[in-house]
């Protein structure tokens, strides 16, 4: 059974930098996109950001291009977040997931939460 475990959010002020970390297990991820996306309260779901596990180009929402680096540690089967010059409009639950290059299948993590004040 896969599971996606998120760490690292927190409060922060802004300008300042987090690291979350996605703990991927249960599963072969080598034909998985992983990603991040959030939700701010009253607001739908956001693409953040997302990676091939098996290499190549990173992908990121223009909100956040510039400041947020995705990787991954294949050895460590897991995904980072990278969040610098943090805006409060970055506030949000941030939630990796695991979606199948070519099955319908989609996993996401319990979340974790980022609040970033002015």
């Known amino acids: 059974q896969v599971q996606l475990v998120e760490s690292g959010g927190g409060s922060v002020q802004a300008g300042g930098s987090l690291r979350l970390s996605c703990a991927a297990s249960?599963?072969?991820?080598?034909?998985?996109?992983m990603g991040w996306v959030r939700q701010a309260p009253g607001k739908g779901g956001e693409f953040v950001a997302r990676i091939r596990w098996s290499g190549g180009p990173t992908y990121y929402a223009d909100s956040v291009k510039g400041r947020f680096t995705i990787s991954r540690d294949n050895t460590e089967n897991t995904v980072y977040l990278q969040m610098n010059s943090l805006k409060p409009e970055d506030t949000a639950v941030y939630y990796c997931?695991?979606?199948?290059?070519?099955?319908?299948?989609?996993?996401r993590g319990q979340g974790t939460q980022v609040t970033v004040s002015s």
């Open positions: 249960g599963g072969i991820f080598s034909s998985y996109y």
């Open positions: 997931t695991a979606d199948h290059e070519r099955l319908s299948l989609n996993y």
